[in-house]
């Protein structure tokens, strides 16, 4: 799979460049996350809901290269955050907090069905994530599989400096039988974007676009 995952990220670099778009960072993050999903453990009936914003370059490229959109970046163009107007996604995101709850609404209305999210780590200290867990709890859901990319950094800085996500890590492990907070690293596969705060707002030049290409070779 290693040799997907490379596909897959330059796949977000170009798109990124040729649709100007932003949050790099973010979608190199969580590449190993998706391929891993879109070709070892999603099957046909799931539901996948991709709330980590940010990085939807990775969902375009994978929903590219599976054939289920042709030219990615101009999806990235029109509106660089997940869009219902793109085939297969079924909420559109921005804004951090909601994903976790629509996904909880989703897994209780389908309570035979695989429900999968995808999370951002800073989206851990909205307010609607406890809501969220109470809601599941109380209604014994089962059958949601929380995936968290636990990067460490957010829009303005790391996680640990803006608020820390150690005990409502703990109260998520608890609450959610399938949660899982998976350690990644921002920017993941360019050396120079790894652990970058900047990288998430920053936009590719001709040059840095050429440098990032030759590291992931």
């Not at 046909?44 to 970046?73: H, N, P, Q, R």
């Amino acid at each position: 799979m290693e040799a997907k995952k490379q596909k897959i990220r330059r796949d977000v670099l170009t798109s990124s460049y040729k649709a100007g778009a932003c949050h790099i960072g973010s979608a190199l993050s969580c590449v190993d996350i998706l391929v891993d999903l879109y070709y070892k453990i999603l099957k046909k009936g799931d539901i996948f809901i991709f709330g980590k914003a940010s990085g939807v370059a990775t969902l375009y490229a994978i929903l590219e290269d599976k054939g289920i959109i042709t030219d990615a970046w101009r999806y990235l163009k029109k509106y660089p955050l997940p869009s219902q107007e793109v085939p297969t996604v079924i909420h559109s995101f921005g804004s951090l907090g909601h994903a976790l709850p629509f996904a909880c609404g989703v897994a209780y209305a389908k309570p035979k069905t695989r429900v999968y999210v995808l999370i951002g780590d800073a989206e851990i200290q909205e307010g609607t994530t406890y809501e969220s867990a109470l809601f599941a709890r109380h209604h014994n859901i089962k059958n949601l599989n929380i995936i968290c990319d636990w990067n460490g950094i957010q829009a303005c800085g790391f996680t640990k400096d803006i608020c820390g996500l150690s005990t409502a890590l703990e109260f998520l492990k608890k609450t959610f039988p399938q949660f899982q907070a998976i350690k990644t690293k921002k920017g993941n596969g360019v050396k120079f974007m790894e652990n970058s705060v900047d990288w998430h707002y920053m936009n590719l030049t001709k040059d840095t676009l050429k440098e990032a290409l030759n590291g992931l070779a």
